[in-house]
């Protein structure tokens, strides 16, 4: 079994796994550019590609004829051609539920950095100020919460937010309307929630359907004293009109775990808002979903090579089960 790795290797105790099974791994450099990615394939004809960083394009799946399985170190799939994944009957496979807890820990952390406005505090007492009594910070305990999005990450971290006894709204138009939601009240219009929540957070994947779900409308009805949180796909939000939302103050702040175009730089315009709190994509790396997350990906891998089989509550393409049936 051969397998490659789109970025760094794996937990060493997944990585050992790999090796107890006799797979040949071979990892590259993080962002590696498509050339470098073309070249291994030629050296490397592999059953199995890891994808950890960069796009996975349809122009490499084709340049992989010895590729039977796809696995995402994670769960969003947009840097994945999943079309032509399909079309080749190979399956994506994701880390499903591996990350849920640390990236429900990451949003509320960003919550509460930006409402008692930790980061900018922490700057200013190391320059000497002291700000005692100009600071005012806000409380979370009886806000009300808006989760675009309700699947293991959305419901994870209404779970950790009882406690603050926050009222909590969802939005999500493929959640039946009828299903009991414990306490958690649901709107049919995303207009609806956006009106009324004190914090937006999001935590649906990035389709046509999402791409820029949040901009200058959505802006423009949200609160002034509202905070925007993405630890979901950066594509969901238009940035050119977080920016001018931010810098009018239609918002009051907005966290930011995934960005449009990742790797960021350090030109990017959002930067000139000091009412941000930016993170690079690693809400869900801890070292316990790290952990999970590796082996759960060596476990996909490993089972589909082995005898075609896989848990198809990690199958991110099920389009591809009749074109498999057939072959």
Avoid at 4 to 18: C, K, N, R, S
Avoid at 121 to 145: C, M, P
Avoid at 259 to 271: C, Q, R, S, V
Wanted: aromatic letters at 6%; a negative charge.
């Amino acid at each position: 079994m051969k397998v490659i790795i789109t970025g760094p290797p794996l937990v060493p105790q997944a990585m050992e796994e790999f090796r107890l099974n006799g797979a040949q791994v071979q990892a590259m450099p993080p962002y590696s550019d498509p050339g470098e990615f073309s070249t291994q394939v030629d050296d490397m004809q592999f059953d199995a590609v890891i994808v950890r960083t960069g796009r996975f394009t349809g122009d490499l799946i084709e340049a992989s004829p010895e590729l039977k399985v796809i696995a995402k170190h994670g769960v969003g799939v947009d840097n994945i051609d999943l079309k032509a994944a399909t079309e080749k009957g190979i399956p994506v496979l994701i880390g499903a539920g591996a990350s849920v807890q640390s990236v429900a820990e990451h949003t509320l952390a960003m919550i509460l950095a930006l409402m008692k406005n930790l980061l900018i505090q922490n700057e200013r007492v190391r320059k000497g100020h002291w700000d005692k009594s100009t600071y005012n910070g806000i409380e979370f305990a009886g806000k009300h919460l808006g989760l675009v999005g309700y699947g293991h990450v959305a419901r994870r971290l209404a779970r950790l937010v009882k406690p603050f006894s926050v009222t909590i709204t969802v939005y999500d138009p493929y959640l039946a309307e009828d299903k009991r939601l414990d306490g958690v009240q649901q709107v049919m219009c995303l207009n609806e929630l956006l009106s009324v929540v004190d914090v937006v957070s999001l935590h649906c994947p990035l389709t046509d359907e999402t791409r820029n779900i949040i901009g200058t409308e959505a802006f423009n009805l949200m609160k002034p004293t509202a905070l925007l949180i993405n630890t979901a796909r950066g594509g969901l939000i238009d940035e050119a009109a977080l920016l001018r939302a931010l810098q009018k103050e239609q918002i009051m702040g907005a966290g930011l775990d995934t960005f449009g175009n990742e790797p960021t730089h350090a030109d990017n315009p959002l930067w000139e808002s000091s009412r941000l709190v930016v993170t690079p994509h690693v809400a869900g790396i801890t070292g316990e979903s790290n952990h999970r997350m590796g082996m759960k990906t060596v476990d996909n891998v490993l089972r589909f090579l082995r005898d075609g089989s896989y848990d198809l509550v990690c199958l991110a393409n099920p389009e591809v089960l009749p074109r498999r049936q057939e072959s």
